[in-house]
């Protein structure tokens, strides 16, 4: 078997470590000081998350309670690059548990996951985990929350990316209720948690009214749906949208063939992002459900895009599915699949290929009721926070092309060469 030889240049060396599976890193961290450095380095964090993005993601399906049996929910790892989707871990342990023994999804950056507790508990404590590194963190503590203990409130929560400062932030929105438990008109509570300060600051600003939980993440902004006052229209319809990069809110309006149908409730939209472009859900209940609060459940519902972000005029109507038997939108494949849960006994995930207006199985053969599908990717986010305090400098001394190849092979990356005597001195390699 040929042999890598070890003077090949440190720039090479990096790249190939870049493109390792987050597992196998993990066990280069702890072969040596020198290796934990440079891969717990944000340089190389990022470079390890840039190939990971160009293989493509994966899709994170979150199997809710089945309520009121009370058990915890389950996650899957669904590879989304094929069809029929592949299920590539049918039980992915949770390493938290909440008071509600259920979870809700507010979104994925990176690999990184942001969720809270569900129905009646919905935001009172945040949780940011990696499934792939195996690391979470809980955040209780926040500038407001404390405020509404007493009282009758709403939250709205919002998780990106701000790239500028290759930092991970949560903007929480927080609405009191009147004793109709509706919206009180005072101005609500706004702040943005920062996982590189480990700190919330609150924003003094005016929000209209957000009617959506979920959010979509694109260009560096966090979008919901909203209504807000406008002449003698009050429930007129917009997207507010708040920019993680220089933390300032901002209103786009919905295509006007939507805000002048008056038959769809903003409740009856909603928003994802589908790779550059902002997507817009509109549902159509059949006549014998029009006024049932179906959440999302719909027989026919309209897909449309904003072609160029931020440009109200450039909404186009992409196309429009219609199914037999009532169904809910879930999101889209890395192809541009529509995933579809549909209700039956039991529930179904589906696919609609927009190519021939076809819908196809999954190949998953089992779901629970309201399914939630996010993007997933590996990547080392909150490895750089876990390992902040070690003390440790970047450098590639000891980081040896003998060492990188025996513990590749132990991972079934590729076959081996002896690793150096530093690297492993001391350390077990078939543990």
Sequence with gaps: MAMLREDIPEEIAIDILARSPVKSLFRFMSACKSWRSLITDPVFISKHQRHSAERGNSCLLHL?????????????????????????????????????????????CNGLLCLTDSGNYFGHTLYLWNPAAKISKTLFSSCITHKFVDKCSCSILGFGFDR??????????MYQLDGTMDFDPAPPEVEVYSLKSDSWKVFGTIVPRITEKSEAFINDALHWLALEAYGDNPSY???????????KFNYMSLPADV?????????DMSLTAFKDSLALFVYYHAHDHADDDDGGWCDRFDVWFMMDH????????????????????????????????????????????????????????????????????????????????????????????????ILLEEEGEWSSMQPSEECHKGRNFKD
């Design 64 to 108: 809710p309670t089945s309520f009121p049996c009370g058990q915890i929910d389950k996650l899957c790892i669904l590879t989304s690059d094929d069809d029929p989707l592949v299920v590539e871990d049918p039980n992915v342990p949770v390493p938290f548990q909440t008071v509600s023994q259920s979870y809700y999804f507010l979104g994925s």
């Design 164 to 173: 500028r400062s290759n930092d991970y932030k949560i903007v929480r929105i």
């Design 237 to 247: 319809r917009l997207i507010v949208s708040f920019n993680v990069v220089d933390e």
């Design 259 to 267: 805000i002048k149908n008056d038959e769809v409730p903003v409740d």
């Design 310 to 405: 931020g440009l109200n005029m450039t909404w186009t109507k992409q196309y429009t599915v219609v199914q037999e038997t009532m169904c809910r939108s879930v999101g889209f494949t890395r192809s541009g699949k529509i995933l579809l849960e549909k209700a039956s006994i039991p529930n179904k995930l589906l696919l609609w290929d927009p190519s021939n207006q076809q819908t196809e199985s999954t190949g998953v053969p089992w779901v629970a009721f309201f399914v939630s599908v996010v993007p997933f990717t590996e990547s080392l986010a909150l490895v750089e926070t876990e390992t902040a305090n070690t003390g440790q400098t970047n450098s590639m001394e000891g980081v040896t092309y003998r060492g990188i190849n």
